[in-house]
């Protein structure tokens, strides 16, 4: 599914009654099967760009499109994964990651599919767990598997590893690939963490300004899985950091 958006803005009225604009004139078109990673500061409009192409939010103007057709509501080929885990309390990693599917009534196979996920995001031997046996990591995973399970064509990930331990996150980061690589699903990834970035997106659009708007696109054309150490990896980051340099420098961009 292509996404597309176009001239989008969006901001927010004030208690106070002033206007406050988050986001300016973001336009950029997203092919089926990209892993994107949105790359931009604490803050600066991440999560707010992100609501509107899950349809939880509507933008001030401008337009989101996935194959052509506007965004006007939450549809099951998009689903999203937040920063903490979304599971429900009473219910076992089984049960929740059946829940959205159960919900809509798709029930073909489902329980194969269920312990496919379960096996794929490495949750074997838990099935029957609830969400206060599990750590931080595991209970991400399981909103990982409960948003696969459905088969959405497009994964929206909002900073969904930033409260994990390093080498927690650095496995779940390579897990993720490794799906996205099998699954061909379109990926929409938030982060702040230009490592994060570089080392999962076949593209980082580099996000600034106040308002924001995009800075920049890279398309990172290394092999998986990437190495933080490889000249090349060392490269992007340097190319990315100097290009958020100049652009808060008042040269170019929006900063
Ligand atoms: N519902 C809202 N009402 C008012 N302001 C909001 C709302 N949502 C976000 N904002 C503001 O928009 C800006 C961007 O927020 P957000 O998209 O959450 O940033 P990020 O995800 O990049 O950390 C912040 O200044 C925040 O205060
Ligand atoms: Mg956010």
Redesign the pocket.
Known sequence: MKIEFDKLTKG?RKSNGTW?P?LKNVSLSIQPGDFVMLL?K???????LLNMLAGFDTPSSGTVRVDGKRVADIHPSRTMLFQQPTLIPWLTVEENVAYGCKIRKDFHQLDYRVAQFIEITGLSGFEHSRPCELSLGMAQRTCLARALVGHPEILIMDEPFASLDTFTRAHIQEETVNLWLSEQFTVVF?THDIDEAILMGNRVVLLGGSPVGIIETFDIDLPYPRDLNHPLFKGFRREILNRFKRSQSGNRGFL
């Open positions: 927010y406050h988050v931009g604490s803050g600066c409009g991440k999560t707010t938030v």
